[in-house]
Nanobody, 123 residues
Framework: QVQLVESGGGLGQAGGSLRLACQAS????????MAWFRQAPGKEREFAAA????????AYADSVKGRFTISRDSDKNTMYLQMNSLKPEDTAVYYC????????????????WGQGTQVTVSS
């Protein structure tokens, strides 16, 4: 069983930056493709970014491309989401997800999920 624990959420200002972290345990970190999804109030959970098992391939939703950067550190078993140029519409609960296969932007492909961390961006 894979356990995922997010951290780093909080309150940010428009134009500012925040960094989220997701620490994984329970399986070899390098065997897991990982992703960030987010869910705004009253909306469905949506894809934000994904990274391949080795970290060499990434994918981003159009809404965050050029502003967010996903990365992973195998020494720390941790994935990150660097969020720059924040916008109020980035306000959401951000979820870390993992799967033992190629990375994907489809939330149904991910069997392992963290508990979520709140990000609130003020204007």
């Amino acid at each position: 069983q894979v356990q995922l624990v997010e951290s780093g959420g909080g309150l940010g200002q428009a134009g500012g930056s925040l960094r989220l972290a997701c620490q994984a345990s329970g399986r070899t970190f390098g065997s897991l493709a990982m992703a960030w999804f987010r869910q705004a109030p009253g909306k469905e959970r949506e894809f934000a970014a994904a990274v391949s098992r080795a970290g060499g391939n990434t994918a981003y939703a159009d809404s965050v491309k050029g502003r967010f950067t996903i990365s992973r550190d195998s020494d720390k078993n941790t994935m990150y989401l660097q969020m720059n140029s924040l916008k109020p519409e980035d306000t959401a609960v951000y979820y870390c997800a993992a799967r033992s296969s190629w990375y994907s932007g489809d939330l149904d492909d991910y069997p392992y999920w963290g508990q979520g961390t709140q990000v609130t961006v003020s204007s």
